[in-house]
Nanobody, 119 residues
Framework: VQLQASGGGLVQPGGSLRLSCVASGSFSSIGVMGWYRQAPGQQRELVAVTRSDGFANYADFVKGRFTISRDRVKNTAYLQMDSLKPEDTAVYYC??????????????WGLGTLVTVSS
């Protein structure tokens, strides 16, 4: 199983970016998918997660600005980021809980994509 994150880049404060995370490989289904971020010198922190039924939960610092979604057919999760702030600068990672078999669930992480918010 592999997760490929993309969509990062340099954006001005107040701007928007859309991150994508595509899952590939052999698995039965995907449970929760999430986005995390890690700023330089900081610990990795949760940004948003979404269940397979579409229920989503967000960290307080992104509520109202970021939207997580997923396309179950494409095995892809998205993170729409609006009203970006310099403090949103970080490497963004996606992960997912993959159902590999009847009693096997495993979490995989993507390599991350860098988001830089600066004027």
């Amino acid at each position: 199983v592999q997760l490929q994150a993309s969509g990062g880049g340099l954006v001005q404060p107040g701007g928007s970016l859309r991150l994508s995370c595509v899952a590939s490989g052999s698995f039965s289904s995907i449970g929760v998918m999430g986005w995390y971020r890690q700023a330089p010198g900081q610990q990795r922190e949760l940004v948003a997660v979404t269940r397979s039924d579409g229920f989503a939960n967000y960290a307080d610092f992104v509520k109202g600005r970021f939207t997580i979604s997923r396309d179950r057919v494409k095995n892809t999760a998205y993170l729409q980021m609006d009203s970006l702030k310099p403090e949103d600068t970080a490497v963004y990672y996606c992960n997912g809980n993959f159902i590999l078999g009847a009693f096997t669930v495993k979490t995989y992480w993507g390599l991350g994509t860098l988001v830089t918010v600066s004027s």
